[in-house]
């Protein structure tokens, strides 16, 4: 290509920024872009931002200052901003940081051709709108390039939650669902490519309605597909757990037995502060309808320590919450204001207890994540290998409790599942041998 032109994505939070990176490589691609993995000899820089924790913004107008000099040298380089830190600022991004080109929020993927158009004839481009149409169906499709054998598929964005402390239905947006078709004929495209697992994404992902029967419905018209040999979603809100997707973790094959269900805290008191809408009673008798259907289910989740209002007791009732569930993996962070969401004008539990009481979670939950991981030692698990590993001969995948797995196979073992038997733990992965021939032969 005559004018090819080079990109840099840096992408930050989630798994749906991984996949929004993606797509916008791709949309790029056909304006002539090919990705970099180095800022240095980019044409063009996007940052793909995340808004949920923290000085988020502050962070990114550090690391645009760190693009001056090569802006400098390089007076054609655009820079972009994307993701929700540009949907939280927007304006304010260019006028505290005059060298950027264009910020595009997350719903305004699709006019990234325009708007790339734009900053090269020398303007800026803004666009933070939410449209109606679904901006998925106006990116590039996907190049029929090979992949490997796992992908994410965002099947659902936003959330009318309102948890009282997260910025998502504000950066994000109301919740929207893709249509099945839609999905169907992106997943099939993905298998084609090679792809064996799908992870459907989605802020709430089990509020899915783009299909007749929610997301359990699209699962198993998705598992119909003969190639893909697993499922996952993320994330879940407790209240959108319905029966027939209960039932698919017991009856779908395909479905892994792997879930994230964040419950955030396990005290009923804060659960009403935050506005989560569920009890910590509500929360066991829902895992304990899952664990019916699915005894070896791992469940995941989120918490947040040092919400406002949160007394010891209140903490000691989170504690006792997690060691009541169990989780074979979990993510815990201290509360941070967010502007804008309501539980940013209380006041605040002092910043020393807040990390004392993370510590104590995080020192449970990992204790709780190491048993899980040993406990998987002298198992057999089934194993979707995805590349090789360091040491030659190795290759390395994941069970189907997500786990990390090495053993020693042969290359065309990449992307095929294999039964293996776990040999030991090495903390931060299981060690394991083949026992399986290919369970189906390659196509
Ligand atoms: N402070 C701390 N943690 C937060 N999360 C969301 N908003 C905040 C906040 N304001 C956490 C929640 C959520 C995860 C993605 O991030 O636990 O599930
Ligand atoms: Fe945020 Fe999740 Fe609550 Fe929605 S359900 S407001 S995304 S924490």
Redesign the pocket.
């Given at each position: 290509m005559a004018d090819t032109k080079k990109l840099f994505i840096k992408t930050y939070g989630?798994q749906m920024n991984v996949y929004d990176s993606e797509r916008m490589a791709e949309t790029l691609g056909a304006q002539g872009y090919v990705q970099t993995d180095t800022a240095d000899d980019a044409d063009m820089i996007l940052l793909n931002t995340c808004h949920?924790?923290e000085k988020a913004a502050e962070k990114i107008y550090s690391e645009l200052g760190k693009f001056r000099g090569l802006k400098t040298a390089k007076p054609g380089l655009k820079i972009g901003v994307a993701g929700c830190v540009a949907q939280a600022e927007g304006a304010e991004i260019i006028r505290r940081q005059p060298m950027v080109d264009l910020v595009v929020g997350p719903q305004s993927y699709h006019k990234l051709p325009q708007m790339e158009a734009r900053v090269q004839s020398g303007k800026r481009a803004l666009d933070t709108e939410f449209p109606e149409e679904d901006k998925f169906d106006h990116l590039a499709s996907r190049p029929k390039a090979k992949r490997g054998p796992t992908a994410f598929l965002t099947v659902q964005e936003g959330c009318d939650k309102f948890c009282a402390?997260?910025?998502v239905p504000y950066t994000r947006g109301a919740e929207v669902s893709r249509p099945a078709e839609r999905v169907m004929a992106e997943a099939a495209d993905l298998v084609a490519r090679g792809v064996r697992e799908i992870t459907l994404l989605g802020q709430n992902v089990n509020a899915y309605h783009g299909h007749a029967g929610g997301l359990a419905g699209l699962i198993w018209q998705l598992s119909e597909i003969d190639q893909l040999e697993r499922i996952r979603f993320t994330?879940s809100h407790p209240n959108d757990m319905d029966d027939a997707l209960i039932e698919a973790h017991g009856t779908c094959d395909k479905l892994m037995p792997y879930l994230h269900l964040?419950v955030?805290s396990g005290s009923d008191r804060i659960l009403k502060a935050m506005n989560r809408k569920h009890t910590r009673e509500s929360y066991f008798a829902l895992v304990d309808r899952i664990r019916s259907a699915r005894p070896d289910l791992l469940l995941s989740g989120?918490?947040?320590v040092g919400f406002p209002g949160e007394t010891d007791q209140d903490f000691q009732d989170t504690l006792d919450l997690v060691r009541r569930v169990g989780y074979g993996q979990a993510?815990s962070?201290?509360?941070?204001?967010?502007p804008g969401?309501p539980a940013a004008e209380r006041a605040e539990v002092p910043p020393e207890v807040a990390s004392a009481r993370l510590q104590e979670l995080q020192a449970l939950l990992t204790e709780q994540q190491r048993a899980a991981q040993a406990d998987m030692v002298g198992r057999e698990v089934k194993v979707l290998f995805e590349k090789k590993g360091r040491r030659e001969g190795q290759l390395i995948g994941k069970s189907e409790y997500l786990h990390a797995v090495h053993a020693v196979a042969p290359d065309d073992m990449i992307g095929q599942v294999i039964t293996v038997q776990i040999l030991k733990d090495m903390t931060n992965s299981l060690k394991g041998q083949v026992l399986s021939a290919p369970a189906r032969p390659r196509a």
């Amino acid at each position: 290509m005559a004018d090819t032109k080079k990109l840099f994505i840096k992408t930050y939070g989630c798994q749906m920024n991984v996949y929004d990176s993606e797509r916008m490589a791709e949309t790029l691609g056909a304006q002539g872009y090919v990705q970099t993995d180095t800022a240095d000899d980019a044409d063009m820089i996007l940052l793909n931002t995340c808004h949920i924790r923290e000085k988020a913004a502050e962070k990114i107008y550090s690391e645009l200052g760190k693009f001056r000099g090569l802006k400098t040298a390089k007076p054609g380089l655009k820079i972009g901003v994307a993701g929700c830190v540009a949907q939280a600022e927007g304006a304010e991004i260019i006028r505290r940081q005059p060298m950027v080109d264009l910020v595009v929020g997350p719903q305004s993927y699709h006019k990234l051709p325009q708007m790339e158009a734009r900053v090269q004839s020398g303007k800026r481009a803004l666009d933070t709108e939410f449209p109606e149409e679904d901006k998925f169906d106006h990116l590039a499709s996907r190049p029929k390039a090979k992949r490997g054998p796992t992908a994410f598929l965002t099947v659902q964005e936003g959330c009318d939650k309102f948890c009282a402390f997260c910025v998502v239905p504000y950066t994000r947006g109301a919740e929207v669902s893709r249509p099945a078709e839609r999905v169907m004929a992106e997943a099939a495209d993905l298998v084609a490519r090679g792809v064996r697992e799908i992870t459907l994404l989605g802020q709430n992902v089990n509020a899915y309605h783009g299909h007749a029967g929610g997301l359990a419905g699209l699962i198993w018209q998705l598992s119909e597909i003969d190639q893909l040999e697993r499922i996952r979603f993320t994330t879940s809100h407790p209240n959108d757990m319905d029966d027939a997707l209960i039932e698919a973790h017991g009856t779908c094959d395909k479905l892994m037995p792997y879930l994230h269900l964040p419950v955030q805290s396990g005290s009923d008191r804060i659960l009403k502060a935050m506005n989560r809408k569920h009890t910590r009673e509500s929360y066991f008798a829902l895992v304990d309808r899952i664990r019916s259907a699915r005894p070896d289910l791992l469940l995941s989740g989120d918490f947040i320590v040092g919400f406002p209002g949160e007394t010891d007791q209140d903490f000691q009732d989170t504690l006792d919450l997690v060691r009541r569930v169990g989780y074979g993996q979990a993510y815990s962070f201290k509360y941070s204001a967010r502007p804008g969401t309501p539980a940013a004008e209380r006041a605040e539990v002092p910043p020393e207890v807040a990390s004392a009481r993370l510590q104590e979670l995080q020192a449970l939950l990992t204790e709780q994540q190491r048993a899980a991981q040993a406990d998987m030692v002298g198992r057999e698990v089934k194993v979707l290998f995805e590349k090789k590993g360091r040491r030659e001969g190795q290759l390395i995948g994941k069970s189907e409790y997500l786990h990390a797995v090495h053993a020693v196979a042969p290359d065309d073992m990449i992307g095929q599942v294999i039964t293996v038997q776990i040999l030991k733990d090495m903390t931060n992965s299981l060690k394991g041998q083949v026992l399986s021939a290919p369970a189906r032969p390659r196509a």
